[in-house]
Every structure is written in C-alpha cells, then in structure tokens.
C-alpha cells in the first residue's frame, strides 16, 4: 500500500549516486551530509559525496530498518491503498496492513483502548445477566410489587448497557458526559434491583463488580461518582432497615437479625466496597507503571539498535575514505587535490588548497565515467547552478566553479570542520532547547535564503545539517547538499516523475508527488526539530510505503508523550507539520519564533487554538 495520487518514481536521496532498486533490494545505509575524516583522532567533516556501499547489506540492515531511511534508492509505484506495488524486475511491495504498526503510542493509551475493551464486554454481559434474572424473576416467590420494581430496573439497566455497547465500539464515542451517565444509570439500577433479593444477601457482589470495573478506569472523577452512588444507595436502604423504618422486602431478608448484626454486617459491606475501589486504584497505578517501564525499555532498545545501526554505516563509510585518488595531486582551476574525503557512485570529494593562499578547500567533481548518464550529469549542473545562486552564512560557501576548460566538472567549496546533527544525535539523542531554537533559527535562514533564490532544497534531514565551526566565535548550522533542489516555478526537473527525498522527514505533498514549494523545506525542519526534541523519529514503519502512508495521512506520536516538554511544543508542531501547506507557517522565521515560545511555554493563544483546530482533523498518536 502506497499513496494515492500520479504514479511516481521514489528516489531517496542517501548517496550522491542514482541507483533505482526494485522495493524488495533497499538496502544500504544512512547518508551523511557531509564525509568524515577520522584521521588525528577527531572528527572533520567536509561538503562532501557519500562513500557508496556497493555491496548488499544484511537482511537484519535492509529496508529502512527502525523507520531510518537508508536505502540507496527505491522505486515504487504509486497505489491506491490496500493494493501492491511493483518496480522492474523486481519483486512487488506487500499491502501494508495498518493493524501491524503498533496502535498504542503510551501507556495511557494502552490503557484506554483496555478500558473500552472491558466495557465493551460488560455490556454484553449486563445485557446476559438483565435477561437471565428478568426470566428468573417469573419463577422466584416473592412480592410482585417488588417483582415489578426489579423488571423496571432491569429495563433501566439494560438501556445503560445498550448505549455503554454503543458508545464502547468506537474509540471517538467514549468520552464526554454521556458516558458518565450511562455509568450512574447502571449503578442506580442495580443498585436498586438488589433490593429484591436482600440488602444483605449476595446480591451486593454485582454492585462490587461495579465499583471495582470503574474504578480501574481512567476517570477518577467518575469512579468516585459510581462509588458514592453504589455505597450511598446501599447504604441508605440498610439504614431504613436497621432502624425499623421498613421491613426488608428482600427474598433472602435479615427480619430475624438483631440491631447489632445488622451493623456489624452494614460495616462490613462498606468496608468491602471501599476495598474495592482503593484495591482498583492502585492495581491502575501499578499497571501504568509497569507498562510505562516496559514502553521505556522498548524505546531505549530502539534507540540503541538504530544508533548502532548508524554507528556500523559510519564506521563501513570511514573504511572507504581516504588515500589517494585518480586526480590526487592535480590542480584543478585554482585548487591543487589531495587525498580523498568522500566518494560517490557518481563522483569524489577531495581534501585540496588554493594554490595561491593555501586556503583549505573540499572540491567535489564528477568522474568522467558520470558523465555519460545524464541523470548523474544533471544532478551535479544542478547543484553547481544552486551554488552560484545562493549565498548566505548558513549553507555551504562556494569558491569556485569548473568552467568549460577544466577536464571534468568540479565545484570548491569551503572545507568545513564539525559534525553533522545525525552525528551529534547519535552522541546526545535529545538536544536542548536553546540547541534547538538556535537550529531552527539558523537553518531557517538558510532555507529562506535558497527560497528567495528560488530553490527548494527537498532533502533536509540531520545528515544534510552541519554544525561548523569558526575562526573565531560559536559554530553555526549550515545546510549542505542541494544536489537534488528544485527551482520554484520549474516543471521537468532531472527527477521528473520522481518522489524525492527521505521519508521520515518528507513533506505530505512532497511524498505524493505534488508540487512543493519552500513550505516542504519548513516541514522538513519541523520534523528534524520534532527528533531533536523528543529524541525519536517522527515516523516508523517496517518498509517504505507503510511510512509514507504514516507521513501522508498520520500524525506522529504526541512530544508531550515522549519527553518532560511543555504542551505548548505539541501546538507548535501541531501546525508546522500540518499535513497542508496552507496551515503550516508561512516562514522560516514564524517557525524559529513558534519553537522558542513554545519551548518556553509562552506560545499565544492565537496559535494555540489553531492547533487545537488542526488536531481535530488530524490528532496526535496517543492524544486524548
């Protein structure tokens, strides 16, 4: 099951290569924006090409693997939902089925659904019970008058749990006041129907039953209600009895009890119910524990598992690099070439100086083998073109240009030294929140600056970020790798009929094809924020169509669910990853502005009620 919409081609940009893989052959590992030198101990990064990994990956490493998108390139063809999709050769996706994702993003939610479950099954068993004693009532001695009073409760009772079975079959429905009254309803008339039978008599058990169900339920609130309205009723009609205001109607009576027994007995039930309650409470308290400790273990194995996965990339990467190259000690324009840095399917990245000023640089080129596949040509005038447009701080500063004399097409760019914000979230999972405002800021800049150039990056990820540093000052965020932008307003491109980019950080619109403007670029570091935030992608899923179908029509997991942030940050990121552009902020710095206040929580009113609109139509995964 993929997206409806055109058919298209899925490109994923994680190497500087083009190599179209039918679904069943994604493989290979995590991009880095830009290539690791390891060499001195430390780490240094440069614009660079990825070093490819040309052999098959292990099947435990294959197709996106913990919801990272790490294959070369996958093509897949568009699909209503619930069909199948092939590609090539290739053997064809499998229909995804959403119940194989896990449908409980908390432990409150796991609890819910176990809450609507139960109640569910009640009903059916009130609707059993009311029957089998309304037919027990015509053969049972006793006072009709009472008889009729008990078919009246029975009636009352069995419209409770008519509408507790309705209200119970959808998740939406069981909520909100009616829910309370179908509750209270019930335990009146039960309550009352236990009257027949005898205050006293084993009959009490199902107004146990009662309280104890409610009281493992998430409502405190009601719980209390049901209890008061169970012990008080029970109560009440033991005091008229005790104290001879009324004879006990009841078929198993206590008209032979003395005064004291009748106390003593009264004591006891009221001990028992409110035994009940409190027991229901705390084994609540104690399941929530339990499951939210097992929730943790399960998402700090995750965590693990995909920063060892990266970790493993990284290191097969690092093997790669270095030494020397087909064009190691040849200048090129102004720039003599060193050992390699980086290396792509389509081209190489080498350590070089200005020849003049020994100026470190990184000169990316396309090897002359590239340049007879015109995809791979295009890509790179792309990115040179880009270059030449674009200049800000905050992306990746151009030196030089290769013109027509030079022997293969190269662009030198400035050598940069840091780690990318995929490696920096390997280090530290969660960045803090100055760390991310000033992320956000920063590349926000970069990304208005490439709009007003008229590009449109549609491969911002945490590889693609990298933190540099400076002569002199802080290191700032810059943006690489416009290998795969668009020009606003350009039809045809070189991924015409092609969905670009990596999944989990890919904009709706962008993964169905459409055009996409630098609103996606806006997404994209939404969804990179959301990771820094949270510590957690804001997609999974066990292929690439399960996770696009999750991006298109889904929204992730709660923040506030997954880490100590004011609620705040969900209404932000309520609405910068809105699934329409129209309802996503409208720049780069509304974005920047949104995440600071929210993180401080001081996000306007304003704001806060649009994204309480926006969640109506599309809820946060374990939202309430």
Same mark, same amino acid.
Request: aromatic share 8%.
């Given at each position: ?14 190497e ?20 690791r ?17 040309d052999?098959?990956?292990p ?21 209503? !939902? ?8 290739g ?6 089925s ?11 939610d ?12 009640l ?11 309304a037919?027990?009532?015509l053969?049972?001695?006793?006072d ?16 409770g ?41 084993a009959?009490?058990?199902? =107004?146990?039953?009662g ?40 078929l198993?009576?206590?008209?032979d ?23 229901a ?21 995750a ?7 990266e ?5 097969e ?32 990245v ?13 000169v ?9 596949n015109p995809?791979?040509?295009m ?5 040179v073109? =880009? ?21 293969v ?7 940069l ?18 760390q ?7 590349a ?59 999944p ?30 949270t ?20 929204? !992730?997991?709660?923040p ?25 902020? !409208? ?20 704001l ?6 926006l ?10």
């Open positions: 099951m993929v997206l409806p919409g055109r058919s298209s081609t899925l490109l994923f940009e994680n500087d290569s083009t190599a179209a893989l039918p679904p069943a052959a994604q493989d290979g590992g995590d991009d880095d924006g830009a290539t030198d390891t060499g001195g101990g430390g780490q240094e990064n440069s614009s660079a090409e990825r070093a490819p990994t052999r098959a990956a099947p435990a490493r294959r197709a996106f693997d913990g919801g990272h998108a790490r294959g070369r390139r996958a093509t897949s063809s568009a699909h209503p !939902p619930g069909s199948t999709s092939s590609s090539g050769s053997p064809g996706v499998a229909a995804i959403l119940a194989d994702e896990s449908r409980f993003s908390s432990a409150l796991a609890l819910r659904h176990d809450e609507i479950r139960r109640s569910k099954l009903a059916r068993f009130g609707l059993l019970m009311g029957a089998a004693v037919v027990a009532l053969f049972l001695p006793g009709w008058a009472m008889k009729r009073f008990t078919f009246g409760a029975i009636a009352v009772a069995s419209i749990n008519l509408w507790l079975y309705y209200l119970s079959s959808r998740v939406d429905r069981f909520v909100g006041r009616y829910l309370a009254i179908v509750w209270v309803m019930n335990s009146v008339a039960v309550s009352a129907g236990v009257l027949y039978f005898g205050i006293f008599s009959g009490s058990i199902v =107004v146990l039953l309280i104890y169900f409610l009281a493992l339920g998430e409502s405190l609130c009601l719980a209390v209600i049901v209890y008061l309205a169970c012990a008080g009723i029970q109560g009440a009609w033991a005091a008229l009895i005790i104290f001879g205001v009324v004879q006990d109607p009841g198993v009576h206590s008209n009890l003395s005064r004291d027994v009748l106390l003593l007995l009264e004591g006891l039930i009221q001990l028992v119910l409110i035994a009940a309650f409190v027991m409470r705390a084994s609540r308290r104690a399941t929530l524990s339990a499951v939210t400790d097992y929730e943790r273990v399960v998402r700090a194995l965590q693990r598992e995909a920063l060892l996965t970790a493993r990339q990284d290191l990467r690092a093997l790669q690099l270095g030494g020397v190259g087909r064009f190691t000690g040849q200048t090129l324009g102004s720039f003599r070439l060193g050992p390699i840095l980086g290396r792509g399917s389509m081209g190489e080498y350590e070089a100086v200005r020849v003049s000023t020994g100026e470190p640089a990184a990316k080129l396309l090897q002359p083998a590239s340049m007879g995809s791979y040509l890509r790179f005038l792309r990115e073109e =880009v270059a030449a447009t674009v200049d800000v701080e905050h992306v990746v500063r151009v030196l030089e240009i290769g013109n027509a004399s030079a022997p097409p190269y662009l030198a760019m400035e050598r030294r840091g780690q990318d914000l995929a490696q920096i979230l390997r280090e530290e999972r969660r960045l803090k929140s100055a991310v405002v000033e992320l956000v800021d920063q926000g800049r970069g990304i208005t600056a490439a709009a007003e150039a008229g590009v449109v990056h549609r491969d911002l990820k945490p590889q693609n970020l990298f933190f540099a540093e400076q002569p002199a000052g802080r290191p700032i965020w810059k943006i690489l790798d416009f290998g795969v932008s668009k020009l606003l307003g350009e039809r045809g491109t070189l991924t015409q009929g092609q969905v670009v980019g990596t989990v950080y890919m904009a709706p619109e962008q993964a169905q094809g459409l055009d996409v403007d630098q609103r996606a670029d806006l997404y994209a570091l939404a969804a990179i924020a959301y990771r820094c935030v510590g957690h992608l804001p997609f999974r899923g066990k292929d690439v169509p399960s996770i696009m179908y999750h991006v298109v029509y889904k929204m !992730p997991t709660r506030s669910a997954l880490c100590d942030v004011h609620d705040d940050v969900d209404h932000a990121l309520q609405i910068a990853m809105a699934k329409s552009p129209a309802d996503r902020f !409208p720049s780069a710095h509304h974005l920047a502005r949104a995440i600071d206040d929210a993180l401080h929580g001081r996000l306007s009113e304003e806060r009620a649009r994204a309480r609109d969640a109506r139509a599309h809820p946060w995964r374990g939202a309430p």
